[in-house]
């Protein structure tokens, strides 16, 4: 198991990039949520998960992600993903992540 879950964000013009550290599940995607939902007045276009530090995002904590998708669509933004461990990258592959959001090589694509 993973250690605590943090994150650390910054906002730059309409983007937030958000640095993850542990395990995703319930508690922790709702941080994700919650983290996102308090720049959102702030013109928010691109929201960036860096999980370089992530190696685990279990069921639960995909369901957080995808409702990220669904807000950040609404007004016309995107999720994008940077830094994904291969079990990771293939979960989202598998359940079609990337059909609705994005998967970068660095915050420079932004």
Known sequence: MEAEFNLTSIQKEDKLIITTEGYINNSAGELLLNEMEKHSDKNLKKV??????????????????????????????????????????????????????????SADQL
């Not at 830094?83 to 090589?105: P, V």
């Open 48 to 105: 960036l998960i860096d999980l370089a530090k992530t190696k685990v995002v279990n069921s639960i904590g995909i369901s957080f992600l995808i409702e990220m998708i669904e807000k950040l669509g609404e007004n016309g933004g995107k999720l994008y993903f940077t830094n994904l461990d291969h079990a990771i990258d293939k979960t989202f592959n598998i359940m079609g992540l990337f059909q609705y959001a994005e998967k970068i090589d």
